[in-house]
C-alpha cells in the first residue's frame, strides 16, 4: 500500500495561510500588534514627559490592573459567547478610549490623573481581548496547521517590537505623541473591520452556570492537569524573579556595566527581537511532536542560562550573542506553548485556560519589580539579575524531572 509522506523541503511553516479566515484574521493582528507597540512605545515616553521618571511606573501599573481585572472574566465571556464578537467589542472600546487619549493630548489637556484612568480602561479592554484570540485560532485553521498558525502569529508579535518602536519614535519625533496615539486607535478600527469578514467554525458552549461559576470550572480544569497547573504556577514565580529583574536594572547594566548608552539597549532590544523571530519559524517549520513537555521546558531552561550568561557576559558583543539565543528561545517556546494548549485542552474551555495562564504568569510580576527596585542598590545590576535567571533555571531544571511532565507529548 502506498503512503503518502510529506517531502522534507516542504515550508511547513506556511501552512495556516491556505486558511482564508485565518490570513484575514491574522492580517488584523499585524496592524493591531503594530499600533499596540507604537502606543506603549510613546506613552511610555510621553508619561515620562508629563510626570516625570517617578511616576511613570505607576502608568503602566494601571493598564496591568486593568488587564488582570478583566481577563478572568473575559475568558469566561469568550468560552460562552463568539470569540469574534469579542474581540470586535474589544477593539471598538480600546479604539474609544485610545481615541479620547489623543484628543486630550493634542488639544493640551492631558492630565496625570487622566492618563491613568484611560490607561487602566485600555488594560480592562485587553483583559477581554487576550482570551479570545487565543482561543479563536483553532477555530480558523484545522488541528494539522495550528504549528503554523501560532508560529505566524508569534512573527506578527514578534516582529511588532522591532517595527512599532520604530514607527513610533519616527513619528513621535516629527509630529508628537498625540498622532502615535491616534495611529494605535484606528488600528483597533482595522482589526475590528477584519475579523467582521472572519467566520470562525461555533463552539457549542456549556450549560451557563454564571460568570464566576464557569471561571471555577476553568480553574477546578487546570488544577486536575499538572503540566498546566505547576507550569502556570511556576512561571509566575519565575517571570517574577527572572523578567521583572530585567525591566528595572537592563538600562543600568548597558550603561554601568558595559559602559555603554541607550542605542546599545536599544540593539540589545532588536537582537532580542530578531531571536524571537526566528525561533518562532523554526517551530513552524519543525513542528515537534514528541515529549513535547520536556522540549518546552528545555528552551525555557537554555533561555535562563541565557539571561545570566548575558548579565555577567564582560563584552557587550557577547551580551548581545545571548540576546539572541534567548529570543531564539523565548520564540519557539512560546509558539509550542500555545500549540500545546490549543490541542490538548477542550475547545469549550479554552479561553478560560488562556485567561488562567495570562493571569497566573503574570499575577507576581508587580511584586518583582517592586522587589526589583528596592534591591537595586544591594548588588551590581548583573549579580541581581543573574542570580534571578539562575534561580530560575534551577526550578525549571527540577521539574524537568517529574514523570508526568515526561508524558506530555
Not at 514578534?158 to 498625540?178: D, E, K, Q, R
Not at 526566528?278 to 519543525?286: A, I, K, N, P, S
Not at 545571548?322 to 512560546?334: N, S
Request: proline letters at 4%.
Amino acid at each position: 500500500m502506498a503512503t503518502e509522506t510529506t517531502p522534507l523541503h516542504r515550508v511547513r511553516v506556511f501552512d495556516a495561510f491556505r486558511h482564508r479566515d485565518f490570513r484575514v484574521l491574522w492580517s488584523g493582528q499585524v496592524v493591531s500588534l503594530i499600533g499596540d507597540a507604537a502606543f506603549f512605545t510613546a506613552l511610555g515616553w510621553r508619561a515620562f514627559t508629563l510626570v516625570g521618571s517617578s511616576r511613570l511606573g505607576i502608568v503602566f501599573l494601571a493598564q496591568g490592573i486593568g488587564l488582570l481585572t478583566t481577563l478572568l472574566i473575559g475568558g469566561a465571556l469568550a468560552d460562552r459567547i463568539p470569540r469574534r464578537t469579542m474581540m470586535i467589542a474589544s477593539d471598538l472600546a480600546r479604539f474609544a478610549v485610545v481615541g479620547v487619549l489623543a484628543i486630550f493630548d493634542a488639544t493640551g489637556n492631558l492630565t496625570f490623573e487622566l492618563l491613568l484612568v484611560l490607561t487602566f480602561l485600555n488594560g480592562l479592554g485587553d483583559g477581554f481581548f487576550f482570551p479570545a484570540v487565543g482561543g479563536i485560532v483553532p477555530l480558523v485553521v484545522e488541528q494539522a496547521a495550528l504549528p503554523s498558525a501560532n508560529s505566524l502569529i508569534g512573527v506578527a508579535r514578534w516582529g511588532s517590537f522591532i517595527v512599532g518602536p520604530a514607527l513610533a519614535a519616527s513619528l513621535y519625533s516629527a509630529t508628537g505623541s498625540a498622532v502615535v496615539f491616534a495611529l494605535d486607535a484606528a488600528s483597533f478600527v482595522a482589526s475590528a473591520a477584519l475579523l467582521w469578514f472572519v467566520r470562525p467554525r461555533a463552539v457549542e458552549p456549556e450549560a451557563k452556570e454564571g460568570t464566576f461559576r464557569e471561571i471555577g470550572a476553568g480553574v477546578r480544569y487546570v488544577a486536575g492537569i499538572p503540566w498546566l497547573w505547576v507550569t502556570i504556577a511556576l512561571f509566575a514565580v519565575i517571570l517574577m524573579l527572572q523578567l521583572a529583574p530585567q525591566q528595572v536594572l537592563m538600562p543600568e547594566l548597558v550603561s554601568d556595566h558595559f559602559g555603554r548608552g541607550v542605542g546599545s539597549y536599544g540593539l540589545l532590544t532588536a537582537v532580542f527581537g530578531i531571536g524571537t523571530v526566528t525561533g518562532t519559524l523554526v517551530f513552524g517549520q519543525t513542528q515537534p511532536r514528541r515529549r513535547r513537555g520536556v522540549v518546552n521546558y528545555a528552551f525555557w531552561l537554555a533561555n535562563s542560562l541565557a539571561i545570566a550568561a548575558l548579565a555577567l557576559s564582560p563584552w557587550f558583543e557577547l551580551a548581545a550573542f545571548f540576546a539572541l539565543i534567548r529570543g531564539f528561545c523565548v520564540g519557539f517556546g512560546v509558539a509550542m506553548w500555545e500549540t500545546m494548549l490549543q490541542e490538548l485542552v477542550p475547545v469549550h474551555l479554552l479561553s478560560r485556560v488562556v485567561s488562567l495562564d495570562f493571569f497566573g504568569s503574570f499575577g507576581l510580576m508587580p511584586v518583582g519589580l517592586a522587589f526589583a527596585a528596592a534591591i537595586a542598590g544591594l548588588a551590581s545590576a548583573g549579580t541581581i539579575i543573574a542570580g534571578g535567571a539562575i534561580a530560575s533555571a534551577a526550578m525549571i531544571a527540577v521539574t524537568m524531572t517529574r514523570p508526568w511532565l515526561r508524558a506530555v507529548e
